[in-house]
């Protein structure tokens, strides 16, 4: 899904993202933090959610705020969202593996394979789909 460059909440992501390459995890966080609470729309507070998950503390809290980014991420009509949910349910996949609530693990990660077609066959999309197979193939070994 092509990024709005103009949007300021992607653009507030985008500094945060600059932010952590620097080191600076607390001014990012409180960046992803002020755009949750500026998104006006269900695509920006899916994006600015995702951002705020990756600064929780705990697994539990990471994993409430991936479950915010899913579910406003299912609520943008626009087909091209499609593209995150793999990504997406993964992270989910993993808070709830990480919790060992091994149902819920493999659920989402049988979501997140089956968004898998909607990946491109580049470097993003094969690190998508080989967490994917390796959640999977964690989670059964249980």
């Not at 932010?19 to 269900?42: I, P, R, S, Y």
Request: charged share 25%.
């Amino acid at each position: 899904m092509p990024l709005d460059l103009n949007n300021k909440i992607v653009q507030q992501c985008a500094k945060g993202m600059l932010l952590e390459g620097e080191g600076k995890t607390e001014e990012a966080h409180a960046l992803f933090q002020q755009a949750w609470h500026d998104a006006t729309n269900n695509f920006e507070r899916s994006t600015s959610a995702h951002y705020v998950a990756r600064h929780q503390k705990s697994i539990a809290d990471k994993l409430k705020w991936d479950e915010i980014s899913l579910h406003a991420a299912l609520q943008v009509s626009d087909e091209n969202i499609k593209e995150y949910y793999p990504s997406l349910y993964l992270n989910i996949a993993k808070g709830y593996e990480d919790l060992n609530d091994i149902d819920n693990a493999l659920k989402n990660y049988r979501l997140a394979l089956s968004f898998t077609d909607v990946l491109t066959d580049d470097g993003y999309g094969k690190m998508i789909r080989s967490g994917i197979m390796n959640g999977i193939e964690r989670v059964t070994q249980h």
